[in-house]
């Protein structure tokens, strides 16, 4: 332990991370590779003793603001009033708050100490690995981590460069996965992970283990979590010791993006897979195809693209889906792939009669809208033309094909007009015909899936999941995607009737709304706008609701997912749009803690958002900059 302190001495610490008057008691579970012993360990920084004259230490420009932890805040001032010079990401890494996103949920305990490193310097050693498969999974998932490292330190190159900070440490780290064979993020997958950090002689050792390729993974991510850019040195500090356990509080995290209303090239969708990862969320939903447009190129139906697509510039190729798929699995991230139907369809399935198939879709485009669907343009699928479902066979079964994922499946199944279908076929009821069109697109699933259904298979909430109809729904298969308001009284019923759910309330967790309307009738849309702090707030799965207790079954669910829904977002907002806010909601489905936002979660979040920012994102600012320079100021 006492070499701890004394690395500490010789190290960059000694120099220009000391903070006047910091004291922090902290418990380091040392698992030392011989003795592994836990010890408690004070660490006093006092203040620097160096007196240098600041300028000779700068190549660069001199900074302006020095940070020091003064009662577990970072407090701000002039570089010139000051002989400690602190740059305020350290001070924040160093000063009280762990800092970490989402937080862990089990036992953490943390340095107040930090060692320069080098991203070229970190090594990966597999102590143990159930397959090749996931073997190579955490070999090309490291390079895609210490790429990232290395574009962090990038961009600490360009500011001034202090010569003092010490010789960097190499790091090595050691994984052992006992588990999964299978890399892929599943239902069952296990995404529990134990991560230490502890220093050896001008070595830092990382210790992962984990019962999942996607376990190690989030481990990876944590660890980049307590490696930063210190400004002021123009170099990559590391905490240098560390001990987390962690595991999430749900199993489904989700995001959901629409393409159909808006087309989004393929790096704004990577870019949003790799933010999705930096915050442990772990199914990207692809909303692809709407009743606007259809632009997945499929090779067993191109004609809905060849109608559906607004361009050649408007399409995603086998490739690019395989392309997404790739980063995703790496990103420990799921790829689920919704082609919404039988609603929500348009011109792309307009091709039926040309090519003697007859109607594939009925009221395509057909007007007046407000009569028949929810947005222009209208569109449903013809459910008595069994062509439909041949073609959705085909379509399924390159969906799972494409994207791996085989054990769960998203049929779409919202707002069906039944005013459209009673027009054509008025010799059955609507909703008869809702529900044989279930059926038969169940089949279409379990053919396209070699003969078996996946475990579970994903429907909007909607008209069909609330009695009489829900209970002609068999549980087994179906899964409801709740989205009505968290107060609507059918929000509660698929819960209360014991279905498995992913909840989305439209009041708390769409992030299209507040926007106003897109056209010239105002119904329709949502709002207001739903802030980070309403999002992290929702909980409704402890919510006291009214006969909550009356002999219902308990509530299995599974998740929640945020969603974004394009008529108004495209390329250029995309990252405001979803960042900071989609991480509010990971933490949520990741921590759940009972607080709400609390000053921590405010700082935490705040230095999640820079991260994000450092990656490329452009998510939004909470507040002013000046609130940020002076942590708990503005709470
Ligand atoms: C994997 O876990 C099992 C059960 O916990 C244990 O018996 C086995 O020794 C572990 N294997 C390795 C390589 O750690
Ligand atoms: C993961 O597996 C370990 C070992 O079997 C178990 O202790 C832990 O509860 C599991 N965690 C989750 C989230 O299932
Ligand atoms: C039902 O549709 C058929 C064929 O479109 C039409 O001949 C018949 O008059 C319709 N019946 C009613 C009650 O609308």
């Not at 606007?292 to 490739?319: E, V």
């Amino acid at each position: 332990m006492k070499s701890w302190g004394e690395a500490l001495g010789r190290s960059a610490s000694a120099h220009f991370s000391r903070v006047g008057r910091l004291r922090r008691a902290m418990l380091l579970l040392a698992v030392a590779a011989c003795t592994g012993v836990a010890l408690l360990y004070w660490r006093q920084q006092t203040g620097d003793q160096a007196h240098r004259p600041l300028h000779s230490l700068y190549s660069g420009v001199e900074p302006q603001w020095s940070w020091v932890c003064r009662n577990e805040r970072c407090e701000r001032l002039l570089a010139t009033e000051t002989t400690i010079l602190q740059s305020l990401a350290t001070c924040n890494m160093l000063c009280a708050s762990t800092q970490l996103w989402p937080q862990p949920t089990g036992p953490v305990s943390l340095a107040t100490a930090a060692v320069p490193v080098r991203a070229d310097a970190f090594t990966l050693q597999i102590r143990s690995s159930p397959s090749r498969d996931v073997s190579d999974h955490l070999s090309d998932a490291f390079t895609l981590f210490i790429e990232d490292l290395k574009s962090l330190e990038r961009t600490g190159s360009s500011e001034s460069r202090r010569s003092d900070i010490g010789p960097s440490r190499d790091v090595i780290v050691r994984v052992a996965v006992n588990g999964s064979a299978d890399p892929r993020l599943r239902l069952e997958t296990n995404e529990s992970y134990k991560l230490t950090l502890r220093p050896g002689d001008g070595v830092l050792y990382v210790d992962i283990t984990a019962y999942s390729f996607c376990g190690a993974r989030h481990a990876y991510e944590t660890l980049s979590q307590l490696i930063w850019i210190d400004p002021y040195a123009g170099s990559l500090l590391a905490l240098e010791a560390a001990s987390i356990e962690d595991a999430p509080k749900f199993k489904f995290r989700g995001l959901l993006l629409d393409t159909a209303r808006n087309f989004f090239p393929l790096n704004e969708i990577l870019r949003t897979i790799d933010a999705m990862a930096a915050n442990k969320l772990n199914t990207f939903h692809w909303h692809i195809s709407d009743s606007q447009s259809f632009p997945l190129k499929l090779n067993s139906a191109p004609q809905l693209t060849q109608h559906g697509a607004y361009g050649p510039g408007a399409i995603y190729t086998t490739d690019d889906v395989r392309t997404v798929v790739r980063r995703a699995r790496l990103r420990g991230v799921r790829v689920l792939i919704e082609v919404d139907t039988p609603a929500h369809v348009g011109r792309a399935w307009a091709w039926g009669p040309a090519a003697g198939l007859g109607p594939l879709a009925h009221c395509i485009e057909v007007e007046p809208w407000s009569a028949y669907c929810g947005e222009p343009p209208c569109g449903q699928l013809n459910p008595k033309n069994p062509h439909v479902y041949k073609i959705l066979e085909h379509v399924y079964s390159e969906i799972i094909q494409l994207t791996g994922v085989d054990d769960i499946f998203h049929l779409g199944g919202d707002e069906v007009s039944e005013r459209c279908w009673t027009q054509h076929f008025n010799d059955t009821d609507p909703m008869d015909l809702w529900l044989e069109f279930t059926r038969r697109a169940m089949l279409s699933l379990q053919r396209a899936n070699k003969g078996k259904l996946p475990e579970v298979t994903l429907l909007w909430s909607s008209r069909l999941t609330r009695s009489p109809y829900l209970e002609r729904l068999d549980k087994k298969h179906f899964a409801i995607q709740v989205w009505g308001a968290s107060r609507w009284p059918e929000s509660r019923a698929v819960l209360d009737m014991g279905f498995r759910s992913i909840i989305s309330h439209v009041d708390a967790w769409y992030l299209d709304c507040g926007f106003g309307s897109w056209r010239d009738s105002s119904d329709g849309h949502c709002g207001p706008y739903r802030s980070w702090q309403q999002i992290y707030e929702h909980r409704p799965w402890i919510e006291e609701m009214p006969g909550m207790s009356t002999g219902a079954e308990p509530w299995l669910i599974d998740g929640g997912e945020v969603c974004l829904w394009t008529e108004q977002s495209g390329p250029g907002g995309l990252d405001a749009r979803l960042w900071p806010r989609s991480a509010a909601v990971a933490e949520r489905l990741w921590s759940d803690r009972p607080e709400g936002a609390t000053a921590d979660v405010y700082l935490r979040l705040d230095t999640q958002r820079s991260r994000l920012v450092a990656k490329g994102i452009e998510a939004m600012p909470l507040w002013p900059r000046w609130c940020t320079h002076n942590p708990n100021a503005c709470l």
